[in-house]
Structures are given as C-alpha cells and as structure tokens.
C-alpha cells in the first residue's frame, strides 16, 4: 500500500491537520480517498457517523436508508432540517453532505436491508457503519458482512446509553457472538439526540482506524457508554465456536 494517491491543493489544505496527524499522514489520506463506506441508517447515529466520515475525506459514502424523515427525528438526526420532513433520509443526507465536501462521491440509496439484498449492497465496501435502529436488521447486515468478508462497525443506543464494538471478519467476534440471542425489540425507544452523536462519532474514528490502520479498533471489546455519569465501561467479548453465523462448528 506504499503508493500514495495525488492531491490537488485544494485537498492538502481541506485535509492539512490530519494530514498532521504523524500515524495518519499522506499515506493515512490515500487510504481514506480510496475507502469505500456504507452508512446503513441515516438516522441518530447514521447523521453524524457520516458526516465526519465524509469530512474526513472518504472516496465514497453510500447512504442506505428508505424512510422519510419525521418531525419526531430531528431532535437527534442532526443532518434532517426543518423543511426536511417528509423527503426521503438519504436524498437529504446525502445533499447536507455535497455541500460539506464535494471531494467525495456521495449516493443515496433507499433501500430497506433484507436477507435478500444485503450480501450484494455490502459486497465491495471497505467498511460498513451500523446506523440501524433495530435488531432483526442489524443481525442481516452482520450476517452479510461477515459472509463478504467485510468489517462492520456495531453501534445501538437508548437513552442515554449506548454501546460500540468493531467487527473484523475471521479476526473477532461478531454481532451474533456476542448477542446470540436478539435483544427485545422496541419501536419507539427513548433517545436523547447527545448521546447518539457521541457514539456515531465513535462509529466514524472506528472505521477511520480500520481503513487508516491507525490505533486499536475496538475487536473483541464492547464499550458501554453511560451518559447520566459520563462513564465508559469496556466488556471483552469473545469469538463462540458454535457461532450460527461466523463459528467453525455451525450446526447444518
Ligand atoms: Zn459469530
């Protein structure tokens, strides 16, 4: 991975004080301007997730999302406006991103993610970003990216709380290792809109670590966050061998 992509001057100085950063680098900004991310949500966590990911200098962002945006969505899905409700969550994403950084190919893509669809829209990405608000999917979307061998990063909240782990295919747990049996559903969970932009920040530093190779992304680790005492809790997690989706002794 020695050779370095080019830069017009716009980008160095656009990317000038990561570029600052000595483990990230020019080096670090060629991996970036050639990362493939799937945002999936653009809700709570997908608003912000995506738009550091695209400030940061991504070479492609795909927003996954068919829902239409709410009033009752915009006390936290910080990318949707005012005159927003009622449009489609990745069409309005999508433009907020544009005008962020137009470096970045940018796309919307509604569509629901079901067992059907999932292993192609995942197929090719670099990293994909959970910005799911439900279980069901989020456990088709693990499931789609460990078969393509594609490195997925886990984030849920409520309330609150939240939590965030990092699932590297073949190198760690996955979601269906850790939560082998899947959490009650809830279709309208309380959130306050901090404490889902705290952890789709963390969701953006995770993938620019994967994709950078800067630090330690959070493998086999569950880091629980609690916002009525500013505490963060790390939970080490475990591969299971009998794993329905990743272990090596799957039942048939
Ligand atoms: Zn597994």
Request: hydrophobic share 40%; charged share 25%.
């Amino acid at each position: 991975m020695g050779e370095n992509m080019r830069f017009s001057s716009a980008e160095l100085e656009r990317y000038d004080r990561q570029i600052r950063i000595k483990s990230l680098g020019k080096s670090g900004q060629s991996k970036l301007k050639k990362a493939r991310v799937m945002v999936a949500g653009a809700g709570g966590l997908g608003c912000p997730a995506s738009l550091y990911l695209v400030a940061a200098g991504m070479g492609y962002v795909a927003i996954v999302d068919k829902e239409t945006v709410e009033l009752s969505n915009l006390n936290r899905q910080v990318l949707h406006w005012g005159d927003d409700v009622g449009r489609l969550k990745s069409v309005s994403t999508v433009e907020k991103l544009r005008q962020l950084n137009p470096e970045v190919k940018v796309e919307a893509v509604p569509e629901n993610i079901t067992s059907n669809n999932a292993r192609k829209l995942v197929s090719g990405f670099t990293v994909v970003v959970d910005g799911l608000d439900n279980w069901r999917t989020r456990f088709i979307l693990n499931k789609a990216c460990v078969k393509e061998k594609v490195p997925f990063v886990h984030a849920g909240i409520y309330s609150l709380y939240g939590q965030i782990t990092t699932i590297l295919p073949g190198k760690g747990p996955c979601l269906q290792c850790i939560l082998p049996k899947t959490p009650p559903e809830e279709e309208k969970f309380p959130v306050l809109g901090a404490t889902a932009g705290i952890l789709g920040l963390l969701e953006a530093l995770e993938t620019i670590k994967i994709i950078t190779g800067l630090g330690e992304p959070l493998v086999g680790r569950m880091l629980h966050f609690d916002g009525e005492t500013v505490g963060f809790q790390e939970i080490r997690v475990e591969r299971r061998r009998d794993c329905p989706v990743c272990g090596s002794k799957r039942e048939a």
